[in-house]
């Protein structure tokens, strides 16, 4: 009998075969039966030449063994957890083999060697899809070899599919906060799968239907092979650490931080040898701090200097951590729908693929980092009132009133019993709350009037969700103007929410415009609008990004989640 190896398993697909696994005793037997019957009936052919029936014989053994295997507690979980796929899958084929024929591999199995052989292109690993033993059986005559090929292409099969539709590490073994939640997403079932591809008229198109479709994953799809082609003619010198250089100043750096940007297309030309730190060179390396997520102000200090100095080797990595992404969350976005990009402190209206509106925001901090999911915005609150989170209450606001009992008075906080609609509101100056615990603080409810000092503006947006984060207006402004935009406790701040508004009210009514929503505001009256359909919002960390025109974006990672990523994708 033989062996199913190399099989190149990762820890993260354990989750495929729950359903399998905890099934009973019987139910697993049952499943062997007529493996061992069909083994019994068919012995006598175990001499015969390669023919259907031998096949069949060998099939039968094989998955046979591969049950035994995964049913042993003392065999190697790692090498065999999609084992019991395979007795799930032929049982359903009668026992006849997907790929091979007596002849040899079928047109099908030429479709996915190829699709095998080009993962990389996605980013994926294709030695961990069995390429290279699939190659040395691909002429395999005997029944043997070519059971074995037609386990490893349903192997295979199973492995690709699964990271085209969930992404390598998106699991239930890595960090859950690492990946966008949708509100319901399907669960992942090889033999559907199976079964849907062989019946689909074109495999080819069905298997590049399992990866995302929209623009995000296309672009930087697209960037992969730019990259890996500027490592391949050796990528780019590192500039030495210096004094910052200004512009028009002179700095024996000038010519290699020319070729540098050069080489990444942030400049035509590299010929000449000047020291000066021209106007030309300028505009390049501003283009290029608006593009790694820097204050785009000319000045070449070490921030700019270091994301220069980044090996091409890295930002390769970091593209493919990125299409990962992508893969591991909801693959159709919608035909309008409103994207925030956490690390890269962005929010995109997008209608029909195509970019409407765009806006700078602010997210979490690290110590209360917003989350990442995907939900729907289903109304609009004007002149909204901030009920202000426990956590809040009791770690911030506990200690400011201790020190000024006027506090809730000066920023126009009501404060009231408890949490009930029954709650009866109470004067601050009634409390020495200096004898107030931080339990009792959480205990109170405290709510901002609307107003020009509310926390949360003029207006807010809301998808209502466990998170209870929700987009919102800010009185605080000039934090847009920073580069680095991590301010928040978790909820998502923006710089113009009249145009986000504007943008999802878009074609619902005609006697929306601009000035209505200020009237509004201008009554100073709690007002909530509905949308007539709720719109998508996707809340993602994408600290690459492509845009259609082959500009490439690189963004601090602010949560350190790219490094969390790396070690489950490139452990190898």
Known sequence: MHNLSPLNYIPSRTSLCNSFNKGSRLQKNLLIIPFLLCTILLYPLAGLTTTAEKLNFVLCDQIEQCNAESSDSQTDKKSNNLKPWLGIIYARTDLQPLWVTKDGPG??????LSVLKNSDQDGLVPKQYNVHRITSLWNGKTAEELIELDTLLTLSFIMYTHDAQKGRANSSNSNPALFIKAESAPAFDAGALIKTAFSSPDLNQFLAGLLPSHQYYKNLR???????????????????????????????RIPTIRKRLWIEGFIQSSTTETRVYDEMLVQAVTQFQLHHGLSSDGVIGKATLAAMNIPVEKKIKQIILNLDRWRGEPHDLGKKYVLVNVAGFTLEGISNDTVILEMAVIVGTQKHETPLFTDHIQYIDFNPYWNIPPSIARNEMLSELIKNPYYLNSNHIRLFSDKTSAAREINPLSINWKQVSRRKMGQFKLRQDPGKWNALGAIKFVFPNNYNVYMHDTPAQ?????????????CIRLSNPLKLAEFLLDGVEKEWPMDRFKKIIDTGKRTI???????????????VKSDQN??????????????QLEQILFKE
């Open 107 to 112: 047109e099908k199995a030429k479709i996915l």
């Open 550 to 563: 082959g500009v490439i974006s690189f963004y601090t990672d602010i949560y350190d989640r790219d490094q």
């Open 478 to 490: 000039s934090l847009f103007q920073r580069s680095s935009r991590d301010f928040s406790h978790g």
């Open 529 to 543: 609008l509905r949308l007539p359909t709720p719109i998508p919002v996707h809340i993602t960390y994408q600290t």
């Open 222 to 252: 697209t960037a992969l092979p730019r990259y890996r082609n500027l490592a391949a003619a050796g990528g780019w010198s590192s500039v030495l650490p210096g004094k910052t250089i200004h512009p028009g100043e002179q700095d024996s």
